[in-house]
């Protein structure tokens, strides 16, 4: 879907996928995998969150001032992102 971006974790990354920018940010290396976006609201993401020795638990990213950091135009890039899906190859 082209208003659709990816999430997916690889060991202590975390990947956000969207119009063909592929932004990693470090991440708890105990976590094992994201399970379920549970809102999406312009950058800010609940997702639930599996990690090693524990049950689901709920996790908030904010992308906004990583995106600032990588120097985007933050509101142009997260404008058309309708939703998040979560994603493991």
Do not use: C, Q
Request: proline letters at 3%; charged letters at 35%.
């Amino acid at each position: 879907m082209g208003n659709e971006a990816i999430l997916s974790s690889d060991k202590k990354f975390t990947s956000f996928s969207f119009n063909g920018h592929n932004i990693r940010f470090r991440t708890s290396p105990r976590l094992e995998k994201y399970t379920k976006i549970k809102e999406w609201d312009n950058g800010y993401i609940v997702v639930m969150a599996k990690y090693e020795g524990h049950d689901e638990e709920e996790e908030y990213i904010d992308l906004i001032p990583i995106l600032e950091h990588l120097y985007f135009d933050v509101e142009s890039f997260l404008k058309p992102i309708e939703k998040v899906r979560i994603v493991y190859e």
